[in-house]
């Protein structure tokens, strides 16, 4: 019995070590991020993806994807995303979790599984690697990222189907061990639940698993780059007017006019000399861990810890809050006696998608699962503990009942521990802008805080620029590339 106790004790400390050390490098990589420090967060990021383990490594491989994206690495960024496609493949093909991984989540935590991606995850690898492939002129291979994004959005409704159907497996096969439901309806766990979750529940998503900017650049690609086929135009037509009825944005929604009009021969070719502008600003939720007392239903004074540990979404609230874009005045002046018109007034970047609303759906969809099985493991645990505590008792040897304790009370509490693992790279709003192209071809993009940048526009009849801000006072990033 006191092997026992050392065994669950040894398990206890490998694995807090182990959640510390991801936790640890996830916050040191986003600082990096904050501070614009965006070369080193790239370097971090992708020594993390290339020693990961496997539960750690798709995760890790989106960070160094997205964060060589934004220090402007386009190709390293490329083959980042294409490593995690990859992971996610070789998971998928694998659909169900061995039995083993499963049985170790049980007795640690959710955790010890594989990370395979939210649909969010997914759905946003698929859009940032059509943007390199953009941003790299590679246009067809831009053309079937865009279609898997897309395609993404199906499978997560799918996955999310066979999650609950699977969840309602998981708790009726326990409930001789546990009761589930029996916990849910306690008044004093539901109670703290509402607490823990009311401000991510307030949230609501878009349609299911949708993201709007996702389905705004489909739409863009097919108007602007797509063969003129009317296939493309169809395409095009369908994805603005979606976009533009989700969000309302004013780009959106004139762009859906255009194509509309486009695809049934009405209107003339999508319009040329014209620059929008990609804004993605601040970053998304990340988890954190709130403990909640659960009934265990044991009656007895034994069990020296009760606790259950839960993830929950934390917001972040200091963000550009949107990009201006003006014109740059050519530096010349008029003919003595002549007036100079003035400059246009400044375009200012409209959300397009809210990526916290898009977490929180995702989270939201998840959470039940999460719950039945936070439930599941804290019974479990809580028996064993129980019982390895009982037998120490009717041993009547005081050095075996206090290694008992020792080891269940550490095992317990260390391993109690919610998954907190989220792509902290992600930004909190998608925002664009479109505007006539400059006769000299320059803007200045500002948010306020942090330094403005001067751009001059590549040669294109349609443009597209790229910013990417983390923090309010980090230096923006600038890309840009031609649609045609």
Not at 23 to 35: I, K, N, P, T, V
Not at 84 to 97: G, M, N, S
Request: include cysteine; proline fraction near 5%; charged fraction near 20%.
């Amino acid at each position: 019995m006191r092997n026992v106790a050392k065994l669950m004790l040894c398990c206890a400390l490998f694995a807090a070590a182990g959640c510390s050390s991801y936790e640890e490098r996830a916050f040191e990589f986003e600082g990096m991020l904050r501070s614009g420090r965006y070369d080193a967060a790239a370097r971090l990021a992708a020594g993390e993806a290339r020693d990961a383990s496997d539960a750690d490594r798709l995760l890790w491989q989106l960070e160094s994807g997205a964060a060589n994206r934004i220090a402007g690495d386009f190709r390293a960024s490329a083959a980042r995303f294409a490593d995690a496609l990859e992971t996610v493949r070789a998971w998928d093909r694998r659909p169900d979790t061995l039995l083993s991984a499963e049985a170790l989540a049980t007795l640690n935590n959710m955790s010890s599984l594989p990370y395979r991606g939210t649909g969010g995850d997914r759905i946003l690898l698929s859009t940032y690697q059509a943007l390199n492939h953009l941003s790299l002129g590679e246009r067809d291979k831009a053309r079937v990222a865009l279609n898997l994004a897309l395609e993404r959005q199906k499978e997560a409704v799918a996955a999310n189907a066979a999650r609950i159907e699977q969840t309602q497996n998981e708790t009726r096969a326990a409930r001789g061990n546990y009761d589930v439901g029996r916990a849910e309806r306690d008044g004093r766990f539901a109670g703290a639940l509402d607490n823990a979750y009311g401000e991510s529940r307030a949230l609501r998503g878009y349609a299911d698993y949708v993201n709007p900017f996702s389905v705004w650049l489909h739409g863009l690609f097919f108007l602007h780059a797509g063969d003129g086929s009317a296939s493309d135009l169809e395409r095009a037509r369908i994805s603005l007017r979606r976009a533009a009825e989700m969000t309302g944005n004013a780009a959106a929604r004139e762009d859906a006019e255009s194509a509309a009009a486009v695809a049934a021969g009405t209107g003339a070719k999508p319009p040329a000399n014209v620059t929008y502008v990609i804004f993605e600003t601040g970053l998304a939720p990340v988890r954190e861990q709130v403990r909640i007392d659960v009934p265990l239903f044991i009656a007895t004074t034994r069990v020296p810890y009760v606790g259950a540990a839960f993830p929950r979404l934390r917001f972040r609230r200091h963000f550009a809050n949107t990009l201006a874009i003006s014109t740059v005045a050519a530096g010349t002046a008029g003919a003595a006696g002549s007036a100079v018109a003035p400059p246009p007034p400044p375009v200012s970047t409209e959300r397009i998608a809210n990526v916290d609303a898009i977490v929180a759906a995702d989270f939201n969809n998840a959470l039940p699962s999460v719950i039945a099985r936070t439930l599941i493991n804290a019974g479990v645990k809580a028996a064993a503990s129980y019982a390895v505590n009982e037998a120490s008792a009717r041993s009547r040897n005081a050095g075996v009942q206090l290694a008992a304790f020792v080891g269940t009370f550490a095992y317990s509490y260390a391993t109690t521990g919610a998954d907190l693992r989220a792509w902290h790279s992600l930004p909190k709003e998608f925002q664009i802008a479109k505007l006539p192209t400059p006769a000299n071809r320059r803007l200045r993009l500002a948010t306020g805080a942090a330094p403005f940048v001067e751009i001059t526009l590549d040669p294109g009849e349609v443009n597209v620029v790229h910013v990417r801000s983390p923090s309010e006072t980090a230096p923006l990033t600038v890309s840009q590339f031609v649609l045609r």
